[in-house]
């Protein structure tokens, strides 16, 4: 893929490597907290986890519909808000879901920012864990449900290898590197 | 011959299990000894067998699987000085009288049960995963290419320099694989993207894999328009693969080498 390439040393390229690893690690470590991304909708997950459709009450997998038994949770489409704001929700209406059916008129979809991202080299599927091991949502996600906007920060113990691996090790799940590496 | 050497292994440690039963005096302790050991239901050999007669070389494999597994295309000058990065490749070889057909073999790595490679790594980055499959963990590797050295397939590349992807390339990979970077040396892994979706799917339906989706699994198989390499569990003997690997035509490259390759060919018959 590129145009000029030099054969590097064993050496070089493990310092490269290193390198690497220090920028990272000192990236890491210097982080300040990143201003909130721009979300189309400030969502509010505790308003609507006591929401209580005719069926029972909102679940988590009525909008990431994935979770059960996909690899990806998904964040919903609008389509999934409005199957509820078509009418208005509600008493007096509030001024989100007047942004919900004005984002519906424009046409444009649903644009959710997902702010905690697993690296590329990971492999993790929700439907493993909830479908196949029994996990409920809290047990990774915590208190979701308590949340009156999206989150702004990365929730960095979703994706630290620590954290997977004393779970897997508790619950005697396969710990061989490829079962989330990739 | 040290091919047999994981059995021998093997029966020695049934062997040690069974004494430790006999200490315990009681058979429910073997009972739940053994199911304690043998927490997945069954050990799986991957493996897969190419029969060379079927096989036109006609090369749709590793195209396919570059394809599959963001293999980077190095371009003709790094090719030239031997820097290309194959998974799998055609072995090509010298017709068998002049002016006669090209004769060749798909080639990818052999996963051997006693790999060379994993015993030269010093840094774990490479191992033979329980169901046999030798695999390379990419961010662990320092790229010192040991088992490059090691292999006697020369089934491994190393990566001279991180991958640029243009424009729409990047669009064009695989998600389910990631890109190595510069230092790294890379290699087949049978499209353990492939097993890993296929396993999940049987464990959330409820079931056991089934040899029928795995037949055609990894990408090179996938893309075989002659059928000529079929994957599956070496260890299960009802298994298509299994069937396949006992025709009288098998057999493995370097055999003597005692390492005992999950790649099994078929000679070609026809002239």
Redesign the interface.
Known sequence: MSASRRPVSPERARGRGLGLVCAFGLAGACATPAAAPPQPLPFDHALHATVELDDGPLGCTTCHAGAERGVRAGLPALSTCLSCHMRPQGDPPSSEEARVRELAASGVPLRWIQVTRNPGHVYFSHGAHVARAGMACAECHGEVTTWTEPPTVPLRHLTSMDACLACHRARGAPTDCVTCHQ | MSAKDPNRRDLLRVLGASVGAGVGATAGLAASAGEAAA?PARTRRWGMVIDLDRCTLCSSCTVACKQENNV????P??EH?G?QIEWLSILWQEPEQPGGLPQGMPFPCQHCADAPCVKVCPVGAT?K??EG?T?Q????C????YCMVACPYGRRSFN??T????GT?IQMLN?????R???VVEKC?FC??RV?RVR?RA??EGREIEDEEVRRLPACAAACPAEAIVFGDLADPESRVSELARDPRRFQLLDYLGTDPSVIYLKRDRR
């Open positions: 927490a980077p295309v190095v371009g000058d790094d000085v820097a191992y995963n329980d499959i695999m963990i990419w961010d662990r320092i790229g010192c290419r001279w320099e991958p640029r992807w243009d390339q998600p389910d694989v990631a890109t970077t510069g230092g892994t353990y993207q890993r999940e464990a959330l």
